[in-house]
């Protein structure tokens, strides 16, 4: 069974940098995009940014334009976002997620690291 969990969250200033990692356990993944979400409270999940896995097109949303980067590690098991002049209204929880090959949406969810930025 694979596994996606997320780890780099934490509780950081205004301005600051976090890296968040994702890595897939389990049996190899076959996948399409890996993406990035993120969750307020009391808020829709929105989406942060996406890698197609064949060709490496990033496509990230306008509040994370300019400041996050998705990037990935040679072995294809995991994904990272850096996420750069952090502000307060990043904080949520993060999830990453995977649209395995056939899929027609994300169909693997992690559980999720919280991001909280303090001003």
């Known amino acids: 069974q694979v596994q996606l969990k997320e780890s780099g969250g934490g509780l950081v200033q205004a301005g600051a940098s976090l890296r968040l990692s994702c890595v897939a356990s389990?049996?190899?993944?076959?996948?399409?995009?890996m993406g990035w979400f993120r969750q307020a409270p009391g808020k829709e999940r929105e989406f942060v940014g996406s890698?197609?896995?064949?060709?490496?097109?990033?496509y990230l949303s306008d509040s994370a334009k300019g400041r996050f980067a998705i990037s990935r590690n040679r072995a294809g098991n995991m994904v990272y976002l850096q996420m750069n002049a952090l502000k307060p209204e990043d904080t949520a929880m993060y999830y990453c997620?995977?649209?395995?090959?056939?899929?027609?949406?994300?169909?693997?969810w992690g559980s999720g690291t919280q991001v909280t930025v303090s001003s």
């Open positions: 890698q197609r896995w064949s060709n490496g097109d990033t």
């Open positions: 389990g049996r190899p993944l076959s996948v399409y995009s």
């Open positions: 997620a995977a649209q395995r090959v056939g899929a027609s949406e994300y169909d693997l």
